[in-house]
C-alpha cells in the first residue's frame, strides 16, 4: 500500500510542483492573493475563485482523461455544453420541475455520448472525425433549441448550481470534486482503470484477451457526455441564460490541455484522473494570475501556447528514448 | 470506375442535384451574379481549404488556420496604420512570417513526433494571441491601395462579377491541383498519407516534405488572411473563428480521406461551394435560420465519413478476396 501511495506521490508531482509555482508566482506579484475570508456562509477569495471558476473545465477534464486514455478524443464537449445549456434553460423557461430538467439535460449528455461512441467503436470511425461532426452539428441544434435566442430565466432553484454555496464553498466546486472523488474511487477501486488503460495501449490485444473493448469505448464517450452535460448546466445556471453560440466556446481544447498538462499522453494508455483535475486547475490559476497581476489578458492565449509547447517537449517520445538511451549508458558503466 | 474516385463523383453529384434543386425554386440562382458572389463570399474559405487538403492528405491536421487568418488581418491593418510601407511590402512581409510560422510547426511535428493535432493546437494559441496583443479593437483598413485592389472585377456576362479575390480563389486552386497530382512533392504528400514508414523505404524525403506541407500551409493561411481583410476591409482579432472547421469539412466533402494518402484539390473546391450553396439558399429562402447551415454541413460530414467507411471496407474486402485467390 505505501508504494502504491510512493508511486501516485511520483506521478502528481510534477503537476503539483507546477501548481505550486504557478500560485506562489501570483502571490509574489499580488501580495493580496491567499487572503480567504468568510462572508455570507461561504468562503471568498483568490485561490476560492480559481477553485469556482474552473469548474466547466474540470468537470470536461474528468471525461476527456478516460476518452483520451482509450486513445480517443472528444472533440464535441463544448457543442455538448451549448446543447445541454440550452435544454436546461428552454425547459425551465417552459414550466418543468428542477428535477424534471436536469434529468432530461444530463439525459441528452447521455445520448450524445452514446452517438459519438457508436460512430468510434462501432463503425470505427476515427475519433477525432467522428466528434468533429457534433461539434459541427452541435451548435446548430443548440441554436435550434433556443430558437436563435439567448434564453433567460428566473429560477432560484437552478441558478443556485452556479453561483449558490454549499459546505461554505461554491456549489460548482463541490460538484467538481464529487464527480473526480466518484470518477476516481469507480475506476481505481474496480478493474475498469486498468480495462480503460488496456484498450488505450492496444485495442486488438485487449480485445483478445476479453475486454469488451466495444462497450467500454461507447461507455467513456458517454460519460464525456455526462460530464459535458453537467459543465453546460453550471455555466448556464451562472449566467442564468443559454448562449448557444458561446457556452463552452473552445472549452475542448482547454480541457484537452488539462489531461495534457495532468500528464496523460494523447497516444492513450495510462492515465491519472486527479492530475488532469490538478491540470486543470493550473490553466485556471494562470488565467486568473495573469489577471490580478495586471498583465492584459491578451497574453493569456501566448502564455498558454508556451506552456503547451514546453510540455510537448517534454512528453515527446523523440526526447524520452533519448533520455531511456542517457539512463542506460550511465547504468551500464 | 476506380473506387478513388467515388467519393468525388458523389460529391459532384450532390453538388450539381443541389444546386438543381435551388435552381427549381428560385431560378435566380442561376445567374452569373449569384455564381459571381458564391466565389467572393468563400474566396478565403476555398483559399485556406487548399493548404488543409495538403495536410489532410499528408494524414495531418492544421488547426491554427481561422488564428493565422486572425492574426494576417490585425497584422495588415497595425503595418499599414503604423507604417509608411506599401500594403505589397507588408503582403511580403507577412507571407514570409505565416510561411515560417508552418514551417516552425512541420518541424516540431517532424522532430518531437508529436501529433499534429496538439502542435497545430499550440500553434492556434499563439497565432490569436499574437493577434490579441497586437490590437484588441477591430481596425477599418483605409488605404488608396486597398480600395483599388477591391475595385477590380472581370464583368462576366450576364452582369456577374468575378472579383479579384474570387478570381484568385481559382488560380490558387489550379495551382494546387497542378501541384499535388502533377509534382513529385505532391507524390511525396500522398505517399505520406499512405504512411511514413513506408514512404520512408520508398525513398521520400519525410523531413523536408513535413515542413513544406505546413509552410505551404501557413502561406495559404496567410493568403486566405489577405484575401479576408480585403473583403472586410479589417483587421480583427476575433475574427475568422472556426474557419479551420469549415476548411476540414470542405475538404472531407470533397472526398479526400481524413486518414490521409488519397484525395482531390479539385474536390475540396466543390466542397466549398456546396458549403457556399447552403448559405446562398438559406438567404434567398429567408425564412430559414441560418443555424440550418452548421446542421446540413453536419450531416454532409457524417454522409460523406460513412461513404469513406464503406468503400475502404470493400477495398479491403476485395484485397482479402484476391488474397485468398491467389493461394
Redesign the interface.
Do not use: E, H, Q
Given at each position: 500500500m505505501n508504494g502504491t501511495l510512493a508511486r501516485f506521490g511520483r506521478r502528481i508531482a510534477p503537476q503539483l510542483v507546477t501548481l505550486a509555482v504557478v500560485v506562489a508566482m501570483i502571490g509574489i506579484v499580488f501580495p493580496g492573493f491567499f487572503d480567504i475570508s468568510i462572508a455570507n456562509g461561504r468562503l471568498y477569495g483568490s485561490p476560492i475563485d480559481i477553485l469556482n471558476r474552473g469548474a466547466p473545465v474540470a468537470l470536461l477534464a474528468i471525461g476527456m482523461t478516460l476518452v483520451i486514455a482509450t486513445g480517443g478524443i472528444d472533440l464535441s464537449v463544448g457543442a455538448v455544453m451549448a446543447i445541454c445549456g440550452a435544454i436546461a434553460a428552454t425547459l425551465i423557461v417552459d414550466g418543468y420541475s428542477l428535477p424534471a430538467t436536469l434529468a432530461l439535460s444530463l439525459g441528452a449528455g447521455l445520448l450524445c455520448g452514446l452517438w459519438n461512441g457508436l460512430l468510434v467503436a462501432v463503425l470505427g470511425i476515427q475519433p477525432i472525425v467522428a466528434t468533429l461532426i457534433l461539434m459541427v452539428a452541435g451548435r446548430g441544434i443548440a441554436q435550434l433549441v433556443t430558437e436563435g435566442m439567448i434564453r433567460t430565466f428566473s429560477h432560484h432553484g437552478f441558478a443556485s448550481l452556479g453561483s449558490g454555496n454549499l459546505l461554505w464553498l461554491p456549489t460548482p466546486v463541490v460538484i467538481w470534486v464529487c464527480a473526480g472523488i466518484l470518477a476516481t474511487l469507480v475506476v481505481r477501486r474496480t478493474a475498469l482503470g486498468m480495462l480503460i488503460e488496456a484498450v488505450g495501449i492496444n485495442r486488438r490485444a485487449s480485445m483478445l484477451a476479453g475486454v469488451n473493448a466495444r462497450l467500454l469505448i461507447v461507455t467513456v464517450y458517454m460519460v464525456s457526455g455526462l460530464c459535458a452535460a453537467m459543465a453546460g448546466l453550471i455555466v448556464t445556471a451562472d449566467i442564468r441564460g443559454a448562449d448557444a453560440n458561446n457556452a463552452g466556446l473552445f472549452l475542448e481544447l482547454d480541457a484537452i490541455l488539462a489531461v495534457v498538462v495532468g500528464g496523460t499522453s494523447l497516444l492513450g494508455g495510462h492515465f491519472s484522473l486527479i492530475a488532469s483535475l490538478i491540470g486543470a486547475m493550473i490553466i485556471q490559476a494562470i488565467n486568473t494570475g495573469i489577471l490580478v497581476a495586471g498583465f492584459p489578458p491578451e497574453f493569456n492565449l501566448v502564455i498558454k501556447a508556451c506552456i503547451v509547447l514546453a510540455i510537448l517537449v517534454l512528453q515527446s517520445p523523440a526526447l524520452q528514448g533519448a533520455a531511456m538511451l542517457f539512463s542506460r549508458t550511465k547504468g551500464q558503466p | 470506375m476506380n473506387p478513388r474516385l467515388l467519393p468525388l463523383a458523389v460529391t459532384v453529384l450532390i453538388f450539381v442535384v443541389a444546386y438543381a434543386v435551388c435552381y427549381a425554386q428560385f431560378p435566380a440562382m442561376l445567374s452569373t451574379r449569384v455564381i459571381g458572389n458564391l466565389l467572393t463570399d468563400n474566396a478565403f474559405l476555398g483559399i485556406a481549404a487548399v493548404g488543409m487538403t495538403f495536410v489532410i492528405i499528408s494524414g495531418g491536421?492544421d488547426l491554427s488556420v481561422g488564428s493565422v487568418i486572425a492574426f494576417t488581418g490585425v497584422f495588415i491593418t497595425v503595418m499599414l496604420r503604423d507604417t509608411s510601407l506599401h500594403p505589397l511590402a507588408v503582403f511580403a512581409i507577412l507571407l514570409g512570417l505565416t510561411t515560417l510560422f508552418g514551417a516552425a510547426m512541420g518541424m516540431?511535428i517532424h522532430?518531437?513526433?508529436?501529433?499534429p493535432?496538439?502542435?497545430t493546437?499550440?500553434?492556434?494559441?499563439?497565432a490569436?494571441?499574437?493577434a490579441?496583443?497586437l490590437s484588441?479593437d477591430s481596425v477599418p483598413i483605409t488605404h488608396p491601395f486597398y480600395e483599388w485592389l477591391q475595385s477590380l472585377y472581370w464583368l462576366l456576362p450576364g452582369k456577374g462579377r468575378l472579383t479579384l479575390i474570387g478570381g484568385l480563389m481559382l488560380l490558387v486552386f489550379a495551382f494546387g491541383i497542378l501541384l499535388a497530382h502533377r509534382t513529385r512533392f505532391g507524390a511525396n504528400v500522398f505517399a505520406l498519407g499512405g504512411g511514413v514508414q513506408t514512404a520512408r523505404l520508398m525513398g521520400v524525403p519525410v523531413a523536408r516534405t513535413t515542413v513544406a506541407i505546413y509552410a505551404l500551409s501557413g502561406f495559404l493561411a496567410g493568403l486566405s488572411g489577405i484575401v479576408f481583410s480585403l473583403y472586410t476591409s479589417a483587421g480583427y482579432s476575433l475574427a475568422a473563428?472556426g474557419v479551420e472547421?469549415d476548411a476540414?469539412?470542405a475538404v472531407?466533402i470533397g472526398g479526400t480521406l481524413?486518414?490521409g494518402g488519397s484525395g482531390f484539390v479539385a474536390g475540396t473546391l466543390i466542397g466549398v461551394l456546396i458549403m457556399g450553396l447552403i448559405q446562398t439558399y438559406i438567404i434567398f429562402d429567408g425564412t430559414l435560420?441560418s443555424?440550418?447551415?452548421?446542421?446540413v454541413?453536419?450531416?454532409l460530414?457524417?454522409v460523406f465519413?460513412?461513404l469513406q467507411?464503406g468503400l475502404l471496407s470493400l477495398a479491403d474486402r476485395r484485397r482479402s478476396l484476391r488474397a485468398s485467390g491467389n493461394t
Open positions: - | 491536421i516540431i522532430v518531437l513526433r508529436m501529433p493535432f496538439i502542435v493546437l499550440a500553434g492556434m494559441f499563439l490569436r494571441g499574437l490579441y496583443i484588441v473563428v472547421l476540414i469539412a472531407v481524413l486518414t435560420s443555424w440550418w447551415t452548421k446542421i454541413i453536419g450531416a460530414l457524417l465519413i460513412m467507411k
